[in-house]
């Protein structure tokens, strides 16, 4: 997947940001539709999610998000919005979890972590670097 067709498919999203990582737009995408599942599940319109920020930081995605509350809630019973944070932050650990065992540049399977600038490397990836194999340290 490309950045214009993450974008394209979610960039509906309020506040919609992408750590811009390649080898990560297949875990952003999966991270979106299961957000956009859990809203639906509970009849919680989508402009109610707000996502704050959406980065790589320590080797991974990091996702910052809220409620964007406003009169548009009285629709949306605080149970729902409470069941829904709690589904909601478990997809988006799930989606830190895969990024950090995912290489950031092609998608494949991460051995190597750089270190210094903590990024996830799969082998071909960390090669092509000119500081390999110095700069690298096996995955934990
Ligand atoms: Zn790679």
Redesign the pocket.
């Known amino acids: 997947m490309t950045y214009e067709e993450l974008q394209t498919k979610h960039g509906d999203t309020i506040g919609f940001e992408s750590a811009n990582c390649s080898?990560w737009y297949h875990i952003e995408d999966k991270m979106y539709d299961r957000v956009k599942a859990v809203l639906d599940k509970y009849s919680i319109p989508r402009q109610i999610f707000h996502l704050a920020q959406e980065k790589e930081k320590f080797g991974e995605l990091r996702t910052y998000w809220g409620w964007s509350l406003d009169n548009e809630t009285e629709d949306c019973p605080d149970s729902a919005l409470s069941a829904a944070y709690t589904e909601i932050e478990a997809v988006i650990s799930a989606a830190e979890t895969e990024s950090a065992n995912t290489?950031h540049?092609?998608?494949?399977a991460a051995t190597f972590q750089s270190t210094g600038w903590i990024l996830p490397?799969?082998q071909?990836?960390a090669k092509k670097r000119s500081d390999y194999p110095g700069a690298f340290c096996p995955m934990r």
């Open positions: 080898g290489c540049l092609c998608g494949d490397y799969c071909v990836c």
